[in-house]
């Protein structure tokens, strides 16, 4: 939609390079927040600027002004982005990729941006998804408005959205992935070489 956009990227796209997925998309920047080990700082409105906070890598396209200064360049599965779109139309893209098995990795005693796991139909509310989570039960959680401002959700009635990034605060550690964990032997995918004839697949409902 025009302005500010939360997304959260679901698959590894065969062409990763953000030239390409947003080739035909009036785009003015993308965003994705690295950790620095220190937390997030993150501000009501995405307008008020993001460049002078520590964390943010960005991509601007060519021929603004400030491609120069891009120094993000892929997007990447499992991944969530601030997108700000130019104009006064909403655009659909179509990534085609592959999934990959990432655990969601929360920060500390901090708020974590990042999408959920969820079925596009009939999704569970925020406090269904987190209630076997005593590190994210109860905990603060932002959605980005249609005015790109960022707004505390009520974890009770609001569903969550399919691709959709939002800010989740961890109280303590937490390796809490949803209702469903998977574990695997090693790695993040099932990859059966010349010698390796079994491969074990751990999964636990946490409901």
Do not use: C, K
Request: no cysteine; charged share 20%.
């Amino acid at each position: 939609r025009p302005g500010w956009n939360a997304v959260y990227v679901q698959v590894e796209p065969e062409d990763n390079q953000l030239a390409t997925v947003f080739a035909d998309v009036p785009i003015a920047s993308v965003w994705r927040w690295i950790p620095t080990g220190t937390g997030a700082r993150f501000i009501e409105d995405p307008a008020e600027g993001l460049e002078n906070i520590e964390g943010w890598f960005a991509w601007f396209p060519e021929p603004r002004p400030e491609a120069f200064l891009s120094n993000l360049f892929r997007i990447n599965a499992n991944t969530a982005y601030l997108v700000r779109v130019e104009g006064n139309e909403s655009h659909r893209i179509t990534l085609d990729g592959r999934p990959e098995f990432v655990p969601l990795g929360w920060q500390t005693n901090a708020f974590t941006l990042t999408g959920l796991p969820v079925a596009p139909v009939n999704p569970p509310t925020f406090g269904e998804f987190f209630a076997a989570s005593p590190a994210h039960r109860d905990q603060p959680v932002y959605q980005l408005d249609d005015s790109g401002r960022w707004q505390p959700v009520n974890a009770a009635t609001t569903p969550i959205r399919s691709g959709e990034a939002y800010w989740v605060f961890t109280e303590g550690n937490s390796a809490f992935q949803g209702a469903m964990g998977v574990v695997l032997d090693r790695g993040e995918s099932l990859e059966f070489g010349a010698v390796l004839e079994e491969y074990r697949v751990v999964l636990r409902n946490f409901t």
